[in-house]
């Protein structure tokens, strides 16, 4: 196997997204996962930018002992001096410094002549080289660059000590055949190119970032440049999660490896997304949240039958439990059944026939089906456990921002009777479930509340969610009315009720298999 180095850019090209701007706190805490991840070389920053960006590269060059740290810098002597200054105590410091080598750079942005441009990109390697035991110099728009004028500038560049040459895509603008062959066209070519390692840094303008990134390993490329969750310029950089799972899925293809640990992932890409603010679509691959889900009938009756059927990751790969399967309008009779079985329900056939027709029915109205759904839908299509509940019969608080809250509520039980109680609390919310509490038989944890109106208007209505642990069980609950308490405390109930329902179907089902059984023994 080929080894693969990985070099990480997020925290400086992914870093150059529109609207992302992030903190020293958050650079460091993101260098860390990346080492944990696994990554080779980690582009902390670009130390000339900024004294914000300088004290971060400077601080994770000399805390990151597991990989290389660098830091981009232009052919210029103040960013290569900010760039010592920042990388000078790290483990293994190195450079990248670049120039841009395609004719429209060179005639308009930096107004220089190839002949010019050849003396400040061999200048600043050979004073780079100073310093640095490692300097890493790009050809920035090297793909729309002439590959002759190419040879010539790599040539120098080497000759003057650069030990990485990379090739970007910086406009997004190779397909993946072209740029193998530039890659084949400059080994064939250069005449020492044997001194270096390639590399490839590919931006996803047309969507083919990673597919360009696949192809330059295939034409002798040993370091990959891009981001974790596609982060960067524009449409972004190669996804570094996609090309670690590319490459070790199809080990047989490629024949290369890398030195992360994929187990991290999933963590990885979480981490990246929320310091970043920059969400990950679901349907993205390897880390978006439905890479692992099934929805429709046929796929999740395979993946029952044979998880290989349909799936070619496995999410214990990326540092997930399990795929998911979710219920909703496309699913069928075998994964419903299996949810059954997985939530310990045990259903006559008639019984289950009628529960999947409930639950097709509900999902014209919703997209997807939970276990807390199914149990509503058991609730409302089974009468021999619906009595047993607990009701709000009324509810009175006194409020008013000099006095203690005080809830006084009626409830019926079970059992029919009708409880009154009160209970004090911070707030009123907290006072109502205090004196629900009291009439309750056992202590309610309550685990997450979430109110939001069904409309925009004044007449708009509550809706409570929360999520409660009871009898050792846990269920969420809703309720639905024009006043906030009141919606809380029937959210509250019917979660309670739901683990009660549970509970005595439960019973209900185990009773009818022991007499079962004793008929049989008869
Ligand atoms: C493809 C890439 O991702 S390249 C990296 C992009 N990243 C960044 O730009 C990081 C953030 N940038 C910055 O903070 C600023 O642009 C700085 C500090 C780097 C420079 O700021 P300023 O000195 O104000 O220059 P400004 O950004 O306006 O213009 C860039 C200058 O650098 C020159 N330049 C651009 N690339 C290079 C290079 N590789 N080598 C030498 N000079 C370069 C430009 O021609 C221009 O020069 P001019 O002022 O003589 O016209
Ligand atoms: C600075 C270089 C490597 C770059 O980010 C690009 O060309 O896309
Ligand atoms: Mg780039």
Redesign the pocket.
Known sequence: MRKIDIFDTTLR?GE?SAGVNLHFNEKVEIAYQLERYGVNVLEAG?P???EGDFRAVQYIARTIKGCSVTG?A???QSDIDAAWEALKDGVDPRLHV???TSPIHMQY??KMSEEELIE?AVSAVKYAKRFFPKVQWSA?DATRSDWDFLVEIITKVIDAGACVINLPD?VGYMHPEEYGSLFRYIREHVPNIDRVKLSAHCHDDLGMAVANSLAAIENGVEQIEGTINGIG?RAGNAALEEIGVALYTRRDHYQAETSLDLSQTIRTSQLVSKLTGMPVPPNKAVVGANAFAHESGIHQDGVLKNKLTYEIIEPELVGLSSNRMVLGKHSGRHAFREKCKEMGLQLSEEAFQNLFKAFKDLTAKKKEVTEDDILTLLMNTNVQAKEERYELQFLQVAYGSTVVPTTTVGIKLPSGEVVQESATGKGSVESLYNAIQRVLDSEVKLLDYRIQSTTSGIDSLAEVYVKVNYHGQTSSGRGIEHDVLEASAKAYLDAVNRILFKEQYMQVQNKQSEEIKGVKAL
Do not use: H, P, W
């Open positions: 090209d150059q670009y000339a930018s900024s981009l232009r052919s210029v670049f120039i841009a942005k930096l400040t920035e910086t310029e």
